[in-house]
């Protein structure tokens, strides 16, 4: 499973955000059991919830040499 968040870019003064990705290894997958019905219906419940938070696209990404840029909206209202 692959787990990520959004967080400011250090030093931007422009209020810039980039997504952070953490990928297990392939060992600690391995080692983990597949969690029950009702604990999978609660991790659901709880990000369904939670990506009422997460900023929304605006214009499709524009794909640059080396990074990329979006336009998103923020649950705050900025963009």
Do not use: N
Not at 28 to 40: G, I, M, N, W
Not at 69 to 76: A, L
């Amino acid at each position: 499973m692959q787990q990520g968040m959004i967080v400011p870019i250090k030093g931007a003064q422009d209020g810039s955000y980039e997504v952070m990705r953490y990928i297990p290894s392939a060992a600690s997958l391995k080692s983990a059991e597949p969690p029950s019905d009702a604990e999978q219906e609660a991790l659901e419940q709880d990000m369904r919830k939670e990506a009422y938070r997460w900023p929304r696209l605006v214009y499709p990404p524009l794909k640059r040499s080396g990074h990329v840029v979006m336009d998103t909206c923020h649950p705050s209202g900025t963009f």
